[in-house]
């Protein structure tokens, strides 16, 4: 499946400027059940293979509707992420989705972890 979008929202959570608080349809704990798509670095190659892991969700997200998050992606993708970067291989073996994952864009400073935006 293509990515919905490559552009990170203007109120992103992993943004150092906005006000979680003042996000709309943040919810921390949505936020804090995301956990399990962060890259951890103790669990070994087969586990990372087979755990379910799935993309974070945009804040924008609905039930009826999901939506990347373009910068849990960016991020994850910088953590070395093997499930999401076999599930993005995936996509971008279909032809409108082959240059999503190089046409990403990250706009302004960035919080470097989850547990950055959650201490907040």
Not at 33 to 61: E, R, W
Not at 75 to 93: F, V
Request: some cysteine; aromatic content about 4%.
């Amino acid at each position: 499946m293509p990515l919905t979008q490559t552009k990170q929202c203007a109120n992103c959570p992993w943004k150092v400027d906005p006000d979680l608080s003042q996000i709309p349809g943040y919810s921390r704990e949505n936020h804090e059940a995301l956990k399990g798509t962060i890259a951890n670095p103790n669990f070994d190659l087969l586990d990372q293979l087979t755990s379910p892991k799935v993309a974070m969700g945009c804040h924008y997200s609905t039930d009826d509707k999901l939506l990347e998050c373009v910068a849990g992606i960016y991020h994850q993708l910088r953590n070395n992420n093997l499930p999401l970067r076999l599930i993005l291989m995936r996509c971008a073996t279909r032809p409108q989705a082959t240059n999503q994952i190089k046409d990403l864009e990250i706009d302004g400073a960035q919080r470097a972890t989850l547990a950055e935006i959650l201490k907040d």
